[in-house]
């Protein structure tokens, strides 16, 4: 069960809203367009009555809604026609300026209407200041934006401005400089702990999970541990928007504790009998994992929902691999930057299922300029000192994995996930085997790790068969419970 959440409401119908117009600048879907649009009028009536305390608790608007929806209607007057504001938000914002004009200081700010504002202390000043470039649809240097995200996981900013400065970044399409800092704030680069393992490689899966296809990465890992190959998971058991089922929620239902601590985790991948570990975003930034309610409110995902994915808990001792998943194009390119930043030997991106890294079983239509596919991998590794990189379509049929299309379990849950995890790696045969083979096979071939794809296809195999990689789990849940 997940726990309680927060902040007031949200307010289904404002969260509508927001859905249209939280989003960038070829995205953003204006407000009263067209017949069903949600009515900006409305909107403002809900907020104007959440702020006067008119409504239940359970139907307000948040404060943090107010943020971002004030943030990203200041944000979409730097837009074209097609995505910036409507005739009919127009009329609304001046039919209600006089309320709009009383409303608190910091929401006034976001409109622009209270150009004073300077927050309550330090703390907010720091976002406040670095709001104003943001909401006219602007950049941040690195270290703005890790003063701003350092404010905020301290505790020190009010919902409304945390919201705003989140979604505006995302609206604004996060440069690299901004990428980078998103990561560092939640774990820098010098509170990565080195491991007694010569070679690791950590997965990064996006924390809201899966609900259409099975999710493998925690199957995987075990394949690769059986093969002499560490391994790091990390996420958390839920989150928005999806709240899918994710590699916590499989290990708890395989009856793991998923609380381990980086001391713990680090003592299992050093282990050559577990090999891997599962950490969980409670343990390795708690102030992060604070603002996750944050993201039910403002109904998008943060520039965090990227760099988590590529966050960096443990490094080996002679080599270090990144594998993280995406689904928009143009983020392959800045998890890769983050992953040559931190001097990793080797990365790869993945636009799998779900935006996860996971292959699926079909490639469909192949990529071009404009349009990647599922199962596009993009990547590199450092060979003697020279960078190789790669770019390429996976057709799984190249492989003998025929499939008309990538077949979806019956049941999409932790349970579920963790029942037709442990047959495929007691060799039941089908989709859920077939899907674990090719994703351990295939990407440890683009990290340099096997000679060839079919070589890395055969040694998944091969643990799997011999029941080695199912040794390696059952290991694991037995080394956390007792890892006390």
């Known amino acids: 069960m ?15 809203a927001q859905a249209r117009v939280c989003t960038g600048p070829h995205q953003s879907r204006p407000l009263g367009k067209k017949e069903g649009d949600p009515d900006p009028g409305r909107i403002l009536e809900l907020i104007f009555a959440s702020l006067k305390g008119d409504l239940p608790r359970t ?11 004030f943030a990203a209607m200041s944000i979409r007057r730097t837009f074209g026609a097609r995505t910036g504001w409507s005739a009919a938000e127009v009329e609304a914002f001046d039919r209600y300026r006089d309320a709009l004009g009383k409303m608190p200081e910091d929401l006034r700010f976001l409109l622009g209407m209270a150009p004073d504002f300077s927050g309550c202390d330090a703390g907010e000043a720091r976002v406040v200041e670095a709001l104003r470039p943001v909401l006219q649809g602007g950049h941040l240097c690195y270290e703005e934006v890790r003063g701003a995200l350092g404010a905020m996981l301290a505790g ?15 609206m604004n399409i996060e440069d690299e400089e901004e990428v980078r800092a998103h990561l560092d704030a939640v774990l820098p680069s010098e509170q990565v702990s080195a491991l007694q393992v010569e070679a690791l490689l950590h997965f990064g899966q996006p924390f809201d999970g899966a609900v259409r296809y099975f999710r493998p990465t925690l199957f995987v890992a075990a394949v690769r541990a059986a093969l002499g190959r560490a391994t790091v998971l990390h996420g958390v058991a839920e989150m928005p928007p999806k709240r899918g089922v994710t590699e916590e929620g499989v290990l708890a239902a395989l009856g793991a504790r998923v609380d381990l601590s980086l001391a713990e985790a680090a003592r299992c991948i050093e282990d050559p009998a577990v090999g891997f570990a599962y950490v969980s975003q409670r343990e390795y930034a708690p102030r992060a994992y604070a603002l996750r309610h944050l993201r039910t409110h403002i109904a998008k995902r943060p520039p965090w929902a990227t760099t988590e994915k590529a ?5 080996g001792a002679a080599w270090n691999g990144m594998i993280a998943g995406f689904y928009h194009a143009g983020y392959e390119d800045k998890l890769l930057g983050l992953m040559q930043a931190r001097g990793l030997d080797a990365g790869l991106v993945i636009k799998g299922e779900e935006g996860s890294s996971h292959y699926g079983l079909r490639l469909g239509k192949p990529s071009d300029a404009r349009r990647k596919a599922i199962n596009y991998t993009q990547g590199f590794r450092r060979v003697g000192g020279a960078l190789t990189t790669v770019a390429c379509d996976v057709d799984p049929e190249e492989y003998g994995f025929c499939y008309e299309q990538s077949p979806r379990p019956a049941e999409v849950s932790a349970r579920a996930f963790a029942e037709l995890g442990l047959a495929a790696l007691k060799g039941e045969q089908g989709p859920v085997y077939d899907r674990i083979v090719l994703n351990a096979g295939l990407t440890d071939y683009y990290l340099g790790l096997s000679a060839s794809a079919e070589e890395g296809l055969a040694e998944a ?9 199912l040794a390696h789990l059952e290991r694991y849940i037995s080394r956390s419970q007792a890892a006390r």
Request: charged share 20%; no cysteine; hydrophobic share 40%.
């Open 2 to 16: 997940s726990e309680a959440d927060p902040y007031p409401g949200p307010n289904e119908e404002v969260l509508e």
């Open 59 to 69: 139907e307000q608007v948040s404060p943090a809604q107010m943020g971002a929806f």
């Open 156 to 170: 020190a900013v009010r919902p409304s401005l945390m919201a705003a400065f989140l979604i505006g970044q995302r």
């Open 311 to 315: 966050q960096q808990l443990f490094a």
């Open 461 to 469: 195999k091969e643990a799997m068969d011999s029941g080695r990689a």
